[in-house]
């Protein structure tokens, strides 16, 4: 289509030039060996001399050659005019005629290259912006299906930890069955319709760890202190979900059966600005020696989100000694939700 559209460039000038549409039948062979070297010269940049040269960063070797190129493809056409009449377009007088009418085929022939070049690299741009935009979306995927799989790594474990707890109710008849399964039934609402999005509403989940740990409380002994304080200014900004109740879990989990001292879980939940700073301290035994207590699904799933979600813009910390296991965790919160 390029050369076509060239071809019926040159033939229009043709036809400017004569003096009526009959004389265009002489110029056809000369227009044709014009166009027939001028593709030679601009594939001949676009295919050796740019690849080769400029790309390699030989700019002043580039610029000689392909110059020289030019001016020894011009003296061509007119060294054939010269020798072969047949080509011999009927604007040139002489038969013979000087080497300055290769001036003006480099100009032409300069020009075609200039084209040709600037379109060969806005195709390369477009096509480095469309390989980048790939490889975008390709990480966005690679990174969305990880979330979604740890994320899922937390709805079962969570899940199967519940259920133990209601089955344990079930088998001894407790009247607190029923109050269980609402409960549950209210968390599994917001884990399979609410926390498909990539972040819910703050108060969303701060109602989550709510039930939660009431769901928790139920099942352990009335002795063991558990609290919770959440102290939020606007409830209504978002937030990654189902992040803090693997690290409550994890309390439950480890806090609650130890062979001495009196077990607690302190729960906080505080907004500061545009943070949000989670904090979970359970009283641990000493003689306890549990491989997974540091890592397991819940604390290292918490982990790998943080640093998918919030790379270098969250704070995890955990700390722990002979008598406490502390676990706190600082997130930048989104906007508001309209």
Known sequence: MFWGAFFSFLYIISLLRS???????????????????????????LRVLIPKLYESGKYRLYGL?????????????????????????????????????????????????????????MRANLDLQKEALSHKDIESSKLKAELDSLKAQVNPHFLFNSLNNIYSHSLL??????????????????????????????????????NYIALEKVRID???????????????????????????????????????????????LTQS????????????DHFENDPTRNGGIGLENVRKRLELIYPEAHKFEIKEDEQQFYVELTIPLGTNIQ
């Open 65 to 121: 050659v392909l110059v020289a190129s030019v001016i020894l493809n011009a003296f061509l056409i007119v060294a054939v005019i010269r020798f072969i009449p047949e080509f011999k377009p009927p604007f040139v007088v002489h038969n013979k005629p000087s080497l300055l009418l290769s001036v003006p085929m480099i100009f032409i022939q300069l020009f075609m290259v200039g084209v040709t070049s600037a379109l060969h690299f």
């Open 19 to 45: 003096n009526s549409g009959r004389d265009v039948d002489f110029h056809l062979p000369f227009e044709l060996l014009h166009i027939a070297l001028t593709i030679v010269v601009v594939y001949l940049n």
């Open 173 to 210: 008849e407790s009247p607190k069955t029923p109050e269980l399964i609402l409960k549950l039934s209210g968390l599994l609402n917001h884990i399979i319709y609410e926390c498909q999005d990539e972040e819910v509403p703050l108060e969303k989940e701060m109602e989550f760890l709510s």
């Open 222 to 268: 009335d002795s063991i202190q558990v609290d919770l304080k959440m102290d939020v200014t606007d409830p209504s900004m978002m937030i990654t979900p189902l992040l803090f109740v693997p690290l409550v879990e994890n309390a439950f989990k480890h806090g609650v059966n130890i062979s001495s001292g009196t077990p607690f879980i302190h729960v906080e």
């Open 273 to 284: 600005e545009s943070c949000l700073k989670f904090s979970c301290t359970n009283l641990r």
